[in-house]
Structure formats: C-alpha cells, structure tokens
C-alpha cells in the first residue's frame, strides 16, 4: 500500500498529472502562424497599393505603356521585402 496512486501523502505537494509542455509548443506555433500570415497580408497590401497607384498615374497621364505600373509595383515588391526581412530580424 505505500506506492498507491491513490493514497495521498499531505507531506508532499500534489503536481498537475498534465505538463504543459504540449500547450506551450501549441501557442508558440499558434503565434507564429498568425504572425506569418499579418507578414503575408502587409505584402500583399503593399504590392496592391503600387499597382493601383500606377495604374491610376498611367490613366491619369494616359500613357499607351504602363511605365508607372511597372515602376510601382517593381518597388513595391522591393519594399515588402525589405519589410518583411527587417520584421524577421526583430526577432
């Protein structure tokens, strides 16, 4: 009878049955995600804002190539990534 689970010593103090070991990888990975997917939304917001803003520029100045377009979302593209490179490092 002395290694009985069920017995209680009240000498030692009772431990949880459960080790939140597996929680605490769930909300790291659950943070990650979210994180990763704002990242993916910001660029995706950046790159749609140069390419509206150059297709709005070539309209505006009616231009038969679309040079501002182009221009636009080519630094668009850069700065989402210089963005999402620097918010990487942050960590």
Do not use: C
Not at 44 to 52: F, K, P, R, Y
Not at 54 to 68: E, F, S, T, V
């Amino acid at each position: 009878m002395e290694n009985d689970p069920d017995q209680s010593d009240s000498r030692s103090p009772r431990h949880p049955v459960r080790v939140d070991e597996p929680i605490k990888k769930a909300t790291e990975k659950t943070t990650s995600f979210v994180q990763f997917s704002g990242i993916a939304f910001q660029m995706l917001a950046t790159i749609g804002l140069g390419v509206w803003a150059g297709m709005k520029l070539d309209a505006w100045q009616q231009n038969h190539r679309p040079i501002w377009t182009i221009v636009l979302s080519l630094t668009a593209i850069g700065a989402s990534l210089y963005l999402f490179i620097r918010q990487l490092t942050q960590k």
